[in-house]
T-cell receptor, first 114, second 117 residues
Framework: GQNIDQPTEMTATEGAIVQINCTYQ??????LFWYQQHAGEAPTFLSY????GLEEKGRFSSFLSRSKGYSYLLLKELQMKDSASYLCAVRDAGLTGGGNKLTFGTGTQLKVEL | GAVVSQHPSWVICKSGTSVKIECRSL??????MFWYRQFPKQSLMLMATSNEGSKATYEQGVEKDKFLINHASLTLSTLTVTSAHPEDSSFYIC?????????????FGPGTRLTVT
């Protein structure tokens, strides 16, 4: 089975840096995704980590430690539009769906304030 | 590229009726499509996985006779909620992957909000 944990809510200030953590315990692992989702909209892809280490993409960075079952999403220079839910998702190592089955965490609702 | 559409974007139906939701990949052939359900302030829960031309694989606890999935072509999958009840009211989201593109990324549709009265 899959167990993925994220904080439920976080609040940060515009211009600041925020780190959203995700821990997972899964029966199989083939990569970890971060998605951003605004209310009432579909998730949008932010990052994908399959090897240990940090992946940087503009204001967003994502880190993975497979041995610790841990990932974080780092958002820099926060903007008001970054207020959204951030979903951590683990890609299954199985064959269902061509090996692309995702299990999502509960999501972290980030609120950016002035 | 990699655009997925859903129709309708929202629907209201009466209890006991059936509702069909379409998911289309507009500019690529979707090898696999996934259907998720999301309740307010909760995360996405995978309902089923469908591959073109074969039966869908349902997640544990999802009634296959209630949530009928058809993936008749490489660009279209449909989810039919049969005999809908108020507890089926939710946000339904589909996603698709393509063997011709980066195989690991799922491209999400905009979602369909279903309200059963």
């Amino acid at each position: 089975g899959q167990n993925i944990d994220q904080p439920t809510e976080m609040t940060a200030t515009e211009g600041a840096i925020v780190q959203i953590n995700c821990t997972y315990q899964t029966s199989g692992f083939n990569g970890l995704f971060w998605y951003q989702q605004h209310a009432g909209e579909a998730p949008t892809f932010l990052s994908y980590n399959v090897l240990d280490g940090l992946e940087e993409k503009g204001r967003f960075s994502s880190f993975l430690s497979r041995s610790k079952g841990y990932s974080y999403l780092l958002l820099k220079e926060l903007q008001m539009k970054d207020s959204a839910s951030y979903l951590c998702a683990v890609r299954d190592a199985g064959l269902t769906g061509g090996g692309n089955k995702l299990t999502f965490g509960t999501g972290t609702q980030l609120k950016v304030e002035l | 590229g990699a655009v997925v559409s859903q129709h309708p974007s929202w629907v209201i139906c009466k209890s006991g009726t059936s509702v069909k939701i379409e998911c289309r990949s507009l500019d690529f052939q979707a090898t696999t499509m996934f259907w998720y359900r999301q309740f307010p302030k909760q995360s996405l829960m995978l309902m089923a996985t469908s591959n073109e031309g074969s039966k869908a694989t349902y997640e544990q606890g999802v009634e296959k006779d209630k949530f009928l999935i058809n993936h008749a072509s490489l660009t279209l999958s449909t989810l039919t909620v049969t005999s809908a009840h108020p507890e089926d009211s939710s946000f339904y989201i589909c996603s698709a992957t393509s063997a011709a593109r980066t195989t690991y990324e799922q491209y999400f549709g905009p979602g369909t909000r279903l309200t059963v009265t």
